[in-house]
């Protein structure tokens, strides 16, 4: 009997923010339970700390720039950015091999219709996208999405037509409900199914949290981390804080429902349950809000697996990418791991095996900016040669920076994570440098930006 899988990730979740880990002042009793009883990777990363681009690599086991997803798919570019059909992805992967396919949540994927037309018949508006049926759905049957749209309270979903599904309650709630619908039907046939559940929230706006699940932190004293500067410690951030909170403990409770049904159900011993996010949320860390940044708050993910009586509870140290998930899930469901993969499988790793898989990963940031904006106009470079570019180890996460516009300073950084587990005193590296450890980071992370064709100006001229 094949494999079930339950793919469930919440957008803007960092790995600080669940329970069992013992950082931040959240209430995850559902998620702490089932870590007890599942396999954690504590070295899970977000490769492009994005909404689109890790997503992209979810579902091709690719790098961004490989794919073209170099910023979020959105409206303002001269490329019209999408998950293009000709890419072999996951739900392809699964649907031919037999299984029952289903994707419910946001998609972020597809291109903003008002690319296209300033008024979508879907009503879709700024970066949002009704997904037709068809070749752009990549392989996923049933189907209750959306493109990008944080309104959370009160969220729209497109199934098989253009005509938009209200159903005036908290996001992660309806689609929980049509989840456990979709188990109800499915989960009694023959084929297997493999479902993702993909929950907006605790992705801002904060405050677009039910007042049952802010209650619980309306009078928290907030306990800062140590690399949220004093000037960011204010009543505004500590609602926010609170807030953000109040948003995990949600997703907690939902989450808590697809394992009740599966332990009601006996579905525990035949269903791969995978918990994981998008990226992270930095929350005042370094004076900094959101995403998008090297630092452990936006890159550090969550990422736990469970199959009874298969994988056995425990904590994993290999280092995981956003790549690594497709060829992982693939090869744990026994299914075949496409060549277009450029991931790897952390398939021995789950099942408690030795891996030798990589000890470091390529982290990069794209400016997502149209190509004509004027600084960088007639200059003869691309936008895209500019962000910065970066290597994770278990120590170490080396940077360099070329910031956002032609005319800022290129930077070299090293952190020392173990030493410096707050990423407050990096060692500032002079071109100069010839400390071997350096030298091998440089070699590495050319060896990445060869690999990948990207353009990334490696010794930018200073101005």
Known sequence: MKTNLIYIFADQWRYQAVGYVGQD???????????????????????????????????????????????????????KLMLKPQETCIGNVLQESGYQTAYIGKWHLDASEQNFTGHPISGAE???????????????????????????????????SPRQIRPGKWSAEYETDRALDYLEEHGKEDKPFALFVSYNPPHLPYELVPEEYYDRFRDLEIMWRPNVPEDKRTPEMETIAREYFAAVYGIDRQFGRILNYLREKRMEENTLVVLSADHGEMLGSHGLMSKNIWYEEAIHIPL??????RISPGKSKVIFASPDHMPTLLSLLD???????????????????????????????????????????????????????????????????NGYMPEEKQAEYLYDDLQDPWQLHPRVIERSCRDSVILAFRKLLKEYLAMLDDPFLWEKERK
Request: net charge negative; with cysteine.
């Open 25 to 79: 002042q959240v209430l995850t009793p559902n998620m702490d339970a089932f870590a007890r009883e599942s396999l954690c990777f504590e070295n899970a990363y977000s490769t492009f700390p994005l909404c689109t681009p890790h997503r992209g690599s979810l579902m091709t086991g690719k790098y961004p720039l490989s794919i073209g997803l170099w910023t979020n798919c959105k409206t303002g570019l001269e490329e």
């Open 126 to 160: 700024n970066w949002d996208a009704y997904t037709p049926p068809g070749e752009r759905r990549q392989g996923f049957d049933y189907w209750l999405s959306y493109g990008a749209c944080d309104d959370h309270l009160n969220p729209h979903y497109w199934a098989d």
């Open 304 to 309: 736990i697996m469970r199959q009874k009586n």
């Open 335 to 401: 299914l075949p791991v496409p060549d277009t993969c450029q991931g790897v499988s952390h398939k021995a790793a789950a099942l408690g095996e030795e891996e030798h898989g990589p000890e470091h990963m390529f982290l990069c940031s794209y400016p997502g900016m149209p190509e004509s904006v004027s600084a960088f106009a007639g200059l003869g470079m691309t936008h895209k040669a500019h962000g910065w570019r970066g290597i994770k180890t278990r120590q170490y996460t080396y940077v360099i920076t």
